[in-house]
């Protein structure tokens, strides 16, 4: 498959410019959600995605070459309210005591809100087994990892940086997997979980 294929599968066809436009997109969006949660993800098909939004399947395809870019656009959408949350969690950090702080209270924030909107965790299951996908789930890593990296390379020794690097990129991956098992969990068996990754993070990540 060329470079040009696996591009385009993803891409939005048409960008709505007229009111008429953005609200049909948002009409597939939102049934795309309601679809996957009920049946999963490979389960749906864009004709379902179609019936659901009211729409006919020649105007869904008019904005969405296949399901792949649908996901895409429900990943971009919910990253960005993610990423408004991430971005401010070391600002203006002074401790890397304060830093490990900061990052134990925002696991338990970050549970919540994966908690409240299961359609996180059924793009994220979804993404992961699509190679085209998991590449803007690695992308979107690795700028959270460039954030956190500005906000506290200050406070680590010079010697230490590419320590603290591997530290942080870890960090996020671990907790991603620790949310997706905790918030399927009973509450029992998730805060204990998180408690103790709340431990570990406290003990470890940012100790230099």
Not at 192 to 203: F, S, T
């Amino acid at each position: 498959m060329s470079d040009q294929v696996v591009e385009g599968r993803l891409e939005l066809r048409k960008k709505p410019q007229q009111e008429r436009s953005i609200q049909r997109l948002e009409a597939i969006l939102e049934a795309a959600i309601e679809l996957f949660l009920e049946k999963g993800v490979v389960e749906t098909t864009m004709s379902e995605i179609a019936q659901r939004a009211g729409i006919s399947i020649g105007s869904l395809y008019q904005f969405f070459p296949q399901k792949a870019a649908v996901i895409k656009a429900l990943h971009e959408r919910f990253s960005a309210q993610l990423e408004g949350f991430i971005r401010q969690i070391f600002a203006d950090v002074e401790t890397l005591d304060e830093a490990a702080e900061r990052a134990s209270e925002s696991l338990i924030e970050l549970y919540g809100m994966f908690r409240a909107q299961r359609i996180y965790m059924t793009l994220w299951q979804a993404i992961v087994v699509d190679k085209d996908l998991s590449q803007l789930s690695n992308d979107f890593h690795e700028q959270i990892i460039a954030s956190f990296y500005r906000d506290l390379a200050h406070l680590v020794p010079q010697s230490e940086f590419e320590r603290f690097r591997v530290n942080i990129k870890l960090m996020i991956l671990a907790t991603g997997e620790v949310i997706r098992f905790t918030t399927q969990q009973p509450d029992e068996v998730a805060e204990a979980h998180l408690a103790q990754w709340r431990r570990v993070i406290r003990g470890s990540i940012f100790a230099f």
